[in-house]
Structure formats: C-alpha cells, structure tokens
C-alpha cells in the first residue's frame, strides 16, 4: 500500500507524478483531505481540472477509482444498491418446483448478497487490500436536492443503510472528491462535512507548464502562443470560455495539424476545438481572429523584453 503523503510538498510532488500542476493552496486542502479523512468539496469553471484530481490521487496512490456520475433524477438504486430481482424471482420459483418453501429461509437467502447489485457509494465503503479507494462524485450540482440530502448519511458517517440487511459501514473512509461546476447552490448541510476549494482558471505560466507536460510534441513557441491567445479568449464576453481541458485538446490537434505557429485561417478552422457554442465562434471568427493574434502575439513580445 503507498502511503499518504506527510506534508503539503509532498502532495504536491504526489500530484505532479500524475502531471497535475497544483499550486500550494490546492496541494495544502488536499494534504488536510487526506489526513483528516474529510470529503473535499471542489467547485470551479467546467474543464478546470476538479475530476482530474481523483483520477490523478488514484493513479498515483495505487487505489481504486469509484466515480459516481450525477445527473437529473439520479436515485439510491443507481448510485447506492439494488437488488437483482430477475435472479430473486428465479430462486422463487425453484424453491416452489422443489415443493419445500421455508420462508423465512427463502427471505433471508434472497436478501443477501448474493443478489444484492452494488453501486459506487456502496462499493467505495468495501474494504480494499490496495487501501481505501477513492470516491469520486462528479457533477452534485446536476442532482436534485433529494440526493443531496441522502449523500449527509454518507459523508458524515461513511455508512448507508440496506433496509434488509442493516447498516454497512466503511472500517476506512474512502478518500472522497465531489465536484460542482456551480450550475446551482449546493446545500449548507452537505458543504459544511467538506473541506472546500475554488479552482480557477490558472495563470498563463502555469497553463504554459501543463500543456509542455501534457502534450508530448508541442513545440514552445506553438505551446506559447496557444495558452496566450486562449488566456485572451477568456477575457472577451464568451457565454462559455475554454477551460484547461480544451486547451490541451486544441494543442493536441494542432500538433496533428503540423502547426508551428498561429495564424487567422488555423484559428479559425480549428475553433470548433476551443468554443462549443456557435455564438461565441460567430464571435471570434474574421476581424476578431486576427485582433486576438496581434494581441497574443504583443503580449508575448512584451514578456520576452
């Protein structure tokens, strides 16, 4: 079993073997994530890089990755358990061929977990030889407050009840991560068993250092160049701005493309990649290109001075 990191430097390098360039504050809530057994509480922007950090835990721990996906209407039997009732019914009927039905027998080997159909949060409370796993739910903000309301149980005491066979709970908290990406307000009650962290969109030094490290190929005047002119993206009056996660996908296709630099036509061609709604692309596309590369490229000849 790996251990847990001792301090903040340490989760940080933990974190960076999985390529994932945190700064100290994020290094620092997940160091105290992982020695007080607090679920972290994540929100930020889509593609800033909040479901990378389970992934990136996992990976570099050893542990399993549970991911539980949110979204409207998402209830306990598909997040928590259900039972096989195909199977169930099966054992019914062969107990009643065979003529001997004891059934308070029958009742009880048909609720047990043999059939029982275990979903993440029930999975993430099994103990595990590599060591607790890590619990991702991802997206809280998509479910409604019925579900936001079951997960208290979880959270606070690592257990959840199968009303036919008592109460499961885990000898080890999994190492919890739950994003939001603020679609709505997520209750008091759940956020207060949390530690909590913003991620924002990260500064032009920063990206610049996770583009080199994720993009194998990308050469660093294109590397540059990218990150800046995306960092301009941002600042115009987008209704989606690109986050981390389009931008290591356009750099990617342009390292596809052969391209070693920016120029009007590639922007505009490939900015499908970057902007997912055709206003904003409507937007950037002509005169509006061609704006945003002499700025890029005026604010990367001011740095080099």
């Known amino acids: 079993m790996i251990a847990l990191p001792s301090c903040i430097d340490e989760t940080g390098d933990l974190l960076a073997r999985g390529n994932y360039l945190a700064d100290r504050a994020l290094a620092t809530v997940l160091f105290l994530t992982l020695r007080l057994s ?38 306990i039997s598909a997040a928590v358990y259900e039972w096989n009732y195909a199977a169930q019914m099966i054992a019914i009927r062969l107990a009643e061929a065979e003529g001997t039905v004891d059934r308070a027998r029958l009742t009880h080997d048909i609720f047990s977990d043999e059939y029982l159909i275990k979903r993440p949060l029930l999975q993430a409370l ?16 998509r479910t409604d407050e019925a579900f936001e309301a079951f997960l ?10 199968v009303p036919e066979m008592g109460t499961v709970r885990a ?42 490290a994720k993009v194998p190929g990308v050469k660093a005047r294109l ?9 301009a993206l941002r600042r115009q009056d987008l209704f989606k701005a690109p986050g981390i996660a389009e931008t290591l996908d356009w750099a990617a296709a342009l390292v596809e493309l052969d391209a070693v630099a920016l120029d009007p036509a590639t922007v ?38």
């Open 126 to 141: 099994e103990p595990d030889t590599a060591g607790p796993p890590v619990l991702l739910i991802d997206e809280l903000d």
């Open 38 to 75: 607090r679920p972290l509480f994540v929100e930020g922007e889509a593609g800033v890089g909040k479901t990378e950090i389970a992934k990136v835990l996992a990976a570099t721990l050893g542990r399993r990755l549970i991911r539980l996906q949110c979204y409207e209407g998402l209830d």
């Open 171 to 212: 000898a080890r908290p999994p190492i919890v991560v739950i994003t939001s990406n603020r679609t709505r307000e997520i209750h008091d009650a759940l956020k207060r068993r949390c530690l909590y962290h913003w991620i924002d969109y990260p500064s032009a030094e920063r990206e610049l250092a996770i583009v080199q």
């Open 268 to 305: 505009s061609d490939t900015i499908g990649v970057l902007l997912k709604y055709q206003d904003d692309i409507v937007r950037i596309r002509g005169s509006k290109t061609q704006e945003l590369i002499d700025q890029m490229r005026a604010e990367l000849r001011s740095a080099a001075e």
């Open 152 to 161: 208290l149980e979880v959270l606070a005491d690592f257990q959840v009840t």
């Open 223 to 231: 590397s540059a160049e990218i990150v800046h002119l995306v960092q």
